[in-house]
């Protein structure tokens, strides 16, 4: 069964620096997502993107974060500049169509130190 | 905006006995997920509920969505350590592009 897959598995990196979690989503889904989950806390929603532009994004979804569809395979969410805060759990989600269940892959642990 | 309750937040039962998790809605439903995640994974989809009244089972899990569409439970019959996990309940935003989540309900099963 297609499956959504992300990497790396676990990223450390130090406050203020880049990172970049990147995605393939199911290869013939539309629509993809980028939720994060902070240790204990729930899934929260960070942005969707569909047709190549953001079609949703949340509060947490600031100035420091972008997405990107560089080609026809990968989604990638991009941290500008990292806080301690931004250490979490991001999943990658993906869909062939809206209102139906999204697929998740197994999610980048990111901390910062 | 749309919120998502779950209850309980977790639940320790005994291998073989039955139990139910209920999700509960600030506005009406208009689809409802149920998810299963084990520690440190993503989220793995379990049953999609849409119509009220409607009732989904699959192996020993039954989900439930209740006739107003506010409310929802999954329930699990002679539970296994194999059921141990967080599951979570998910709804689409109407006119939104997201599914939201509840908190989640931790399962323990104990053998």
């Known amino acids: 069964e297609p499956e959504v897959t992300q990497t790396p598995s676990h990223q450390v990196t130090q406050m203020g620096q880049e990172v970049i979690l990147r995605c393939v989503p199911i290869?013939?889904?539309?629509?993809f997502y980028w939720y994060r989950q902070i240790l204990g806390q729930k899934v929260e929603f960070l942005v969707s993107?569909?047709?190549?532009?953001?079609?949703?994004k949340s509060e947490i979804f600031d100035d420091q974060f972008s997405v990107e569809r560089p080609d026809g395979s990968n989604f990638t969410l991009k941290i500008r500049s990292t806080k301690l805060e931004d250490s979490a759990m991001y999943f990658c989600?993906?869909?062939?169509?809206?209102?139906?269940?999204?697929?998740f892959g197994n999610g980048t642990r990111l901390t910062v130190t | 905006s749309q919120e998502l309750e779950q209850s309980p937040q977790s639940l320790i039962v005994q291998e073989g006995k039955n139990l139910t998790i209920n999700c509960t809605s600030s506005?009406?439903?208009?689809?409802l997920y149920w998810y299963k995640q084990k520690y440190g994974e993503g989220l793995i989809f379990l049953m999609m509920?849409?119509?009220?009244?409607e009732e989904k089972s699959h192996e020993k899990i039954t989900a439930k969505l209740d006739e107003k569409k506010q409310q929802s439970s999954l329930h699990i019959t002679a539970s296994q350590p194999s059921h141990a996990g967080i599951y979570l309940c998910?709804?689409?935003?109407?006119?939104?592009?997201?599914?939201?989540f509840g908190a989640g309900t931790r399962l323990f099963v104990k053998a």
């Open positions: 989600a993906s869909h062939s169509q809206r209102n139906s269940p999204l697929h």
């Open positions: 290869s013939n889904h539309l629509y």
């Open positions: 993107f569909y047709n190549n532009e953001i079609s949703e």
């Open positions: 506005k009406t439903l208009y689809g």
């Open positions: 509920l849409q119509k009220g009244g």
């Open positions: 998910g709804a689409d935003q109407t006119g939104g592009f997201k599914t939201i």
